[in-house]
């Protein structure tokens, strides 16, 4: 599957922001969808897992409360809905996906084999 993140840009502290990410395959609803994100020297983190099906989420503890990860299968689309954004938020988002179709969600980078090529977040302070 082929991955394309969107929605990426410049924006304020207290701002809000959609990523979206498009998947080129349509069985989009056999796959765990991820949001990770790594700003400059700084390790992936994972910022939103998502199962199959959209009923499981799992947030980083630093997003937890300000971001929403959703996906709409009809669509082959995943989002993520940032808001109340700050400074440290500033990063290269990648969309994630493993063929995965149960109530768990993954939420190690190295557990996703497909990857997309990233959109850049700038949360201007």
């Known amino acids: 599957v082929q991955l394309q993140a969107s929605g990426g840009g410049l924006v304020e502290a207290g701002a809000s922001l959609t990523l979206s990410c498009a998947a080129s395959?349509?069985?989009?609803?056999?796959?765990?969808m991820a949001w990770f994100r790594q700003a400059p020297g700084k390790e992936r983190e994972l910022v939103a897992g998502?199962?199959?099906?959209?009923?499981?989420?799992f947030y980083g503890d630093s997003v937890k409360g300000r971001f929403t990860a959703s996906r709409d299968n009809a669509k082959n689309t995943l989002y993520l809905q940032m808001s109340s954004l700050k400074p440290e938020d500033t990063a290269v988002y990648y969309c994630a996906a493993r063929r995965f179709r149960t109530i768990a969600v993954l939420t190690l980078a190295l557990e996703y084999d497909y990857w997309g090529p990233g959109t850049l977040v700038t949360v201007s302070s």
């Open positions: 395959r349509d069985t989009f609803d056999w796959y765990a």
């Open positions: 998502i199962n199959w099906n959209g009923e499981s989420t």
